[in-house]
């Protein structure tokens, strides 16, 4: 799965509360739409596939809203486009393209989240990473 293409509707973040205590972070992706892409700007043997989505980040109770929707354009082989289009026609999508896909997703809405929950200084959904202090053993080195 290739990504060619990644256009965002609508960003946006509500921060309903100041100083909330015992915040619950929790996130979700949702597909609405998949569907065949026919373009002439990419000369390709793989087939193009359409995937409007949306990814949200709610802080409960009721402390904050974030919300990112979106389409992309990626392409996969042509054997695994007819079948994503054909569990598609029940709501459905094969776990290991699914995987894929939402990983693809996080890995693009993630930095743009992160932003925003700096911007209106609510909690970070995902940790980050930080340095700490080696500690120092009290024992004498053994030889």
Do not use: C, Q
Not at 6 to 25: G, P, Q
Not at 77 to 97: I, T
Not at 100 to 128: A, C, G, M, Q, W
């Amino acid at each position: 799965m290739k990504l060619l293409g990644l256009n965002y509707k609508k960003i946006s973040v509500e921060k309903l509360k100041d100083n909330a205590e015992n915040i619950n972070i929790s996130s979700s992706i949702n597909v609405s739409e998949i569907n065949k892409y026919k373009t002439d700007l990419f000369k390709t043997k793989e087939d193009l596939l359409e995937i409007k989505f949306n990814y949200s980040v709610n802080y409960a109770p009721e402390v904050a809203k974030l919300e990112i929707t979106g389409s992309m354009i990626i392409s996969v082989e042509p054997k695994v486009a007819r079948n994503v289009l054909n569990k598609w026609k029940d709501k459905e999508l094969d776990e290991d393209f699914k995987l894929s896909l939402f990983n693809l997703i996080i890995r693009k809405t993630s930095i743009i989240s992160l932003e925003l929950e700096d911007e209106v200084n609510i909690p970070y959904h995902i940790p980050l990473p930080r340095l700490r202090k080696k500690e120092t053993s009290s024992e004498g080195k053994r030889e």
